[in-house]
């Protein structure tokens, strides 16, 4: 068995003590999540599966297959910017109290994206770094529930 590392906003953390998810509950949850999807890309063509991301997005994955081993460990070094974390966690956390406006809602919406987006183009940089054979041990740990 493979231990993963996952980061997670503070706000899901928060929510995960608060329903008393136990680290085997949501060991087993990310499990089923990650072979369920697995399952969906290998029904879908590999054209449709890129075609389903924004174009952007589908080209930058297509080049981190060219990229140096350098380059990938840069990339999986690299973490969204620390202002757009700490505001999309307070947005998250307003949103969980309140509904938010439109403009804090599209905000939100949009680093939510682009979160998102940087862990895709990271989890392909460290999958692309182990099928190298590099030893990828140190960027694992268990999540710790409180």
């Known amino acids: 068995m493979t231990t993963l590392t996952i980061e997670l906003p503070e706000s899901l953390t928060q929510q995960l003590q608060t329903y008393q998810i136990s680290k ?3 060991r087993i949850a990310v499990t089923d999540f990650i072979q369920n999807y697995i399952r969906q890309c290998q029904a879908q063509p590999q054209a449709s599966t890129d075609a389903s991301l924004p174009p952007f997005l589908a080209t930058t994955l297509s080049k981190l297959d060219r990229l140096e081993d350098q380059d990938l460990w840069r990339i999986v070094h690299t973490v969204m910017d620390r202002v757009d974390l700490v505001t999309m966690e307070t947005l998250s956390a307003k949103q969980d109290e309140t509904h938010l ?37 140190l960027l694992q740990h268990s999540y710790e529930a409180q």
């Open 24 to 26: 085997q509950q949501l």
């Open 101 to 137: 406006n439109q403009a804090s809602s599209n905000q939100a919406q949009k680093l939510l994206d682009r979160y998102d987006q940087a862990v895709l183009i990271r989890a392909k940089a460290i999958a692309l770094l182990k099928k190298r054979g590099h030893d990828i041990s």
